[in-house]
């Protein structure tokens, strides 16, 4: 009882923090730790060496180094465009494309996309060479890697029109807010509250030692109990699939084959796809996530209303479907695969 209204009153504290830029950290720590549950056993020790984030206790977490990206964005300019990925003409709900036939918005080698596999290629190169702890290089691109996969799973990080709805204002209860913003945290701060603590029972202590005593835990084990294990477990495999050929150049006879400037092979293989994970995500923006209302009458007039997104018709159907939930649970899940895969190779 004396636990649950403590927690309580954290996460009203929470809910009060000013928005970010990307997930929150609650959502990049999600992420990082779910991610971390589903390693291999022997890699973290490796991973922490480099990050060299070991604190006094002698432990380390990838949640730690989660929202390294998000505090660095001002110093590091070149980085800010590696959080998303912009197509150019894009325009959710009316018109989703992804990239479409004039590529992505800015350098081509310049979004999430590409900065997955660009830190990706790196890691791997680090462990061919003998994951020297001492690299700064790798250091960084796995900080990278942890943040940009979580980046990856907000849609509104993958959707070009309004600078990824920056500029789109809505209500969210009684305050203002833009509708990347509802996403990056107010829908996670709001899945993390709608947790009950009966998911405070213990897991098996190769789960535990990875959970971090933190309001969003209860979230992390709803997430791997009854999420990954049950709701989902038919999909898992598919989560970390990739298709082995190039879907635009697949097919043949005399269908007709989409060739965007871009091609997904410039991101994408068969074991880590990008692109691939990343397109029924921004169909999202098109299906319903972009709200169609906003284009209407009275809310795309000057001076009129915001719409309220905290409604049983939005905010509820997130909750009920466990929309942000299963978000978290697949890049998690990727991010994990990622690293187990750049790791599979150690040695060889
Ligand atoms: C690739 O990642 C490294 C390490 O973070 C970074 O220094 C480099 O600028 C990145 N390259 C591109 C094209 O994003």
């Known amino acids: 009882m004396k636990f649950t209204l403590l927690l309580t009153s954290v996460l009203s504290a929470l809910s009060l923090l000013p928005s970010t830029h990307a997930w929150g950290q609650e959502g990049h720590q999600i992420v990082a730790t779910i991610a971390e549950v589903y390693l291999q056993p022997n890699i973290l020790p490796t991973l922490c060496s480099v990050l060299n984030n070991q604190n006094a206790a002698n432990t380390c ?12 964005r001002n110093k590091m300019k070149w980085s800010a465009p590696l ?7 894009d325009h959710p709900p009316q018109l989703c494309l992804f990239p479409g036939a004039k590529g992505w ?7 999430v996309l590409a900065a997955i596999r660009n830190t990706t290629d790196l ?20 900080k990278f890697l942890i943040h940009f996969v979580g980046d990856m799973h907000q849609p509104f990080h993958l959707a070009g029109r309004e600078r990824g709805a920056n500029e789109v204002h809505v209500h969210w209860g009684n305050k203002k807010a833009n ?8 829908v996670v701060v709001r ?3 709608n947790t009950p603590s009966q998911w405070e029972k213990p897991l098996a202590p190769a789960v535990e030692e990875h959970l971090h005593g933190s309001p969003y835990d209860p979230l992390i084990r709803k997430v791997l109990v009854q999420g990954i294990s049950q709701t989902w477990a038919d999909e898992f495999d598919s989560w970390i699939h990739c298709p082995a050929a190039n879907p ?11 060739q965007p400037q871009w091609k997904p092979d410039e991101t994408d293989d068969e074991f880590i796809c990008p692109w691939n994970w990343a397109t029924p995500i921004h169909q999202l923006t098109c299906d319903w996530v972009w709200p169609k209302q906003l284009d209407e009458p009275p809310y795309n007039e000057n001076g009129g209303p915001l719409l309220q997104l905290d409604t049983e018709e939005y905010a509820g159907k997130i909750t009920e479907e466990w929309v942000v939930e299963k978000l978290l649970a697949m890049a998690g899940v990727r991010l994990a695969s990622i690293i187990n895969l750049v790791f599979a190779q150690q040695g060889h």
């Not at 890691?123 to 796995?142: H, I, K, M, R, T």
């Not at 635009?248 to 989409?258: A, C, L, P, Y």
């Open 105 to 111: 918005e800015g350098r081509q080698d310049g979004n």
């Open 191 to 193: 899945a993390v509250e």
């Open 123 to 142: 890691l791997y190169q680090w462990v061919q060479q003998g994951s020297d702890p001492s690299d700064p290089v790798a250091s960084e691109a796995l």
């Open 83 to 89: 959080h998303y990925a912009n197509a150019v003409a």
């Open 179 to 186: 509708l990347h913003a509802v996403w990056d945290t107010q």
């Open 61 to 72: 977490s990838l949640a730690s180094v989660a929202s390294w990206a998000d505090q660095i």
């Open 248 to 258: 635009s150049t697949s097919g043949g006879g005399d269908q007709i084959v989409f």
